[in-house]
């Protein structure tokens, strides 16, 4: 009998299977992955990688899925989440090492406490280290390339520190997105000695704005399409009068129209559908192509 794929990755990872990928992600859609997969630390993780390439099984990272529209049709691969162990950090001086599988919102309160500043910006971001890196999260003109020192990633069998003006950051974008095979493992982050009142009020103000604006109480994966150079999608979206427009269970949010909320049962084909229905609309009114920020996550 050959041994199971949890038998051979025994005392590297916790192994899960078919867990359904709506259990993994903010937006709540997305059929069963084959495998989940949960390595221990960077040592078992460099093996865990090689006997998923001996068994040719393709495997993927999520963090906290929260930029990602799964396909219902489910994923016949591994996916593989830091979440579970890679959740060390520590201060050193004003820069902070945080493992890739860290919550940056806890991350940011962490910070705060320890007077650090700059991590005021991604205090509502529901995302882990490794997923803002990968993504270069943003938010209220800033984003991660402004604070990140080095990312350490693990590449062909090897782990590597790399400076921040390797990793070809761009809006919403990095070198990571060109290797999805790549595993950021942990990142550096420079931070500045600030006021503990003055930080903790920024975040307070930041909260209150994203509570204010955004349909935090609903399934999402936050705002769907990027902003074009000119204007914001939201603004072409309400243009077209697409606020509250649905299909099936996924709706434009009321509150914020760049968000698509999950209103209950939504397919990922009502999600889709809904974002085609919008590029179609704003490219007849407005001669402009939407381009999703969401990502698809397991199509074909
Ligand atoms: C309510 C809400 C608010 C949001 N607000 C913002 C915002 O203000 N600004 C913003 O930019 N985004 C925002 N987002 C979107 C999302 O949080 C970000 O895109 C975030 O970077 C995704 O992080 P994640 O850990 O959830 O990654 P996931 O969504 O799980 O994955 C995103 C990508 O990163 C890759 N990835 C994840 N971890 C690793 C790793 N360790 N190594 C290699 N690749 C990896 C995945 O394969 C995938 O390609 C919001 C989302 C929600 C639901």
């Known amino acids: 009998m050959p041994e199971t794929l949890a038998e051979q990755l025994k005392d590297r990872a916790d192994v899960e299977e078919n867990v359904p990928l709506a259990t993994m992600t903010t937006l709540k859609i ?3 992955a084959r495998y989940v997969i949960y390595p221990y630390s960077t040592m078992t993780l ?6 998923l390439r001996k068994n040719h099984i393709p495997y993927r990272v999520i963090g906290k899925g929260s930029n990602l529209l ?3 049709a489910g994923y016949d691969g591994a996916v593989l989440r830091l979440d579970r162990y890679f959740n060390k950090f520590y201060f050193e001086g004003s820069v902070l090492t945080a493992e890739a599988g860290c919550s940056v919102i806890s991350l940011a309160y962490d910070a705060m406490k320890n007077s650090l500043s700059g991590l005021e910006f991604a205090s509502g971001i529901p995302a882990t280290v490794g997923g803002v890196v990968c993504m270069n999260a943003g938010a209220y003109k800033a984003c991660m390339a402004d604070i990140l020192r080095r990312v350490q990633v693990m590449h062909d069998g090897q782990l590597e520190w790399l400076p921040c003006s390797a990793c070809h950051f761009a809006y919403r974008h990095s070198l990571f ?9 942990a990142a550096e982050f420079n931070l500045r000695p600030g006021d503990r009142g003055e930080i903790r009020a920024l975040m307070d103000d930041r909260r209150q704005r994203r509570m204010a604006s955004q349909p935090l109480d609903k399934p999402s994966a936050g705002s769907v399409f990027r902003n074009p150079d000119c204007i914001s999608a939201w603004k072409l979206i309400e243009g077209i009068g697409y606020r509250g427009r649905k299909v099936g269970g996924a709706q434009v949010s009321e509150k914020h129209v760049n968000f698509i909320i999950n209103d209950g049962g939504a397919s990922s084909a009502d999600f889709l559908t809904l974002v085609h229905q919008i590029q179609k609309a704003v490219r007849e009114k ?3 192509d939407l381009i999703m920020e969401v ?5 074909q």
Request: hydrophobic share 30%.
């Open 295 to 299: 990502e698809k996550f397991n199509w």
């Open 286 to 288: 407005y001669q402009i």
């Open 30 to 32: 997305g059929g069963p």
């Open 177 to 185: 997105q060109e290797h999805p095979d790549w595993v950021v493992t």
């Open 70 to 72: 799964c396909s219902d």
């Open 46 to 51: 460099e093996s865990v990688l090689r006997i």
